[in-house]
């Protein structure tokens, strides 16, 4: 007698998009840092966060279905995650970006990942689960160092140099925000990952323009190319807005720590898309530490 099919439960659909979602979201933003190099040489750091953070706010609108409205206790929450996810942070990375050698930069950004998971354990009661949890976890992050040092470290990373303490902050930021966002996604029925997302980027958009034009630094929007903010806009609503929702998306569904995990691709996607934009080389180490991580996330995504 042939066995029946079950269905997934709803439970388990919803894993699965939140999986995919942090997925996809990983590439977008790892694609962003390669598209973000032509305007960040011409474009002012605080004007193109500005700027980005508006054109992926607009762009989430319709995702939102144009709603501005949230519960009043819920306006709190949005106001740390806007100041701190989508005005200081933003700003910290972009300045940073330009004081620090790339390979520098690109250990650092890991710093989120172990930010965010540290804070959730400490503050917001979620944590890796037993050994296998923890071992997956050192796992992920090990691959990460690997993938993204090759083994190599250089003098001016452990130097306390004014951009590498600004890129630090910038993922200390992030990880306030990944963890008081996912208490918002929880505690709220009418915060959707769309609704925040939009309001996180299009406010801290907002006072970003505000602050770039008070300083005397909008008049350079007028001498961006047509090409340029064709690249501006790509980065805006792929590498940004897509990427944020996406992401939001996931920590809703799947919790703080296995986003996290799963968003640790990141790097392992800039990598890639460098080596095939940019035709850098990648590494044998390179391609074992991509493994690792990969091998990491299974393991954390089925404990």
Avoid at 275 to 286: D, N, P, T
């Amino acid at each position: 007698m042939p066995q029946e099919r079950t269905e997934p439960s709803k439970d388990t659909r919803s894993s699965y998009f939140g999986y995919a979602s942090v997925l996809a979201a990983s590439a977008l933003f790892g694609s962003a840092f390669t598209l973000a190099k032509l305007p960040l040489s011409i474009v002012d750091p605080l004007l193109l966060s500005a700027v980005i953070y508006v054109i992926s706010g607009a762009a989430l609108v319709p995702f939102a279905k144009a709603s501005f409205r949230l519960a009043t206790g819920d306006y709190y929450y949005l106001m740390i995650i806007t100041i701190l996810g989508a005005v200081i942070a933003p700003v910290l990375l972009f300045y940073g970006l330009k004081q620090t050698a790339a390979s520098d930069a690109s250990i650092l950004t890991n710093g989120e990942v172990i930010f965010t998971i540290i804070l959730s354990s400490l503050f917001f009661g979620e944590k890796p689960k037993g050994k296998i949890g923890i071992f997956a976890i050192i796992l992920v992050v090990a691959g990460l160092l690997v993938a993204t040092t090759n083994i190599k470290i250089s003098s001016s990373l452990l130097e306390l140099k004014a951009g590498n303490v600004m890129i630090l902050l910038a993922m200390f930021c992030w990880a306030i925000d990944n963890n008081v966002s996912r208490k918002l996604l929880i505690k709220s029925p009418d915060s959707s990952p769309a609704k925040i997302a939009m309001l996180k980027s299009l406010i801290g958009g907002i006072v970003l323009l505000a602050i770039a034009i008070f300083l005397g630094n909008g008049s350079a929007l007028a001498g961006i190319s047509y090409t340029v903010w064709l690249t501006i806009t790509a980065v805006a609503i792929s590498g940004f807005g897509g990427a944020l929702l996406l992401f939001l998306e996931g920590m809703k569904r799947i919790g703080t720590v296995k986003t996290m995990s799963m968003f640790s691709m990141t790097p392992i996607f800039g990598i890639i898309i460098a080596a095939a934009v940019l035709g850098e080389a990648i590494s044998i180490l390179q391609a074992i530490a991509t493994i690792a991580v990969i091998s990491g996330v299974i393991l954390l995504s089925r404990n």
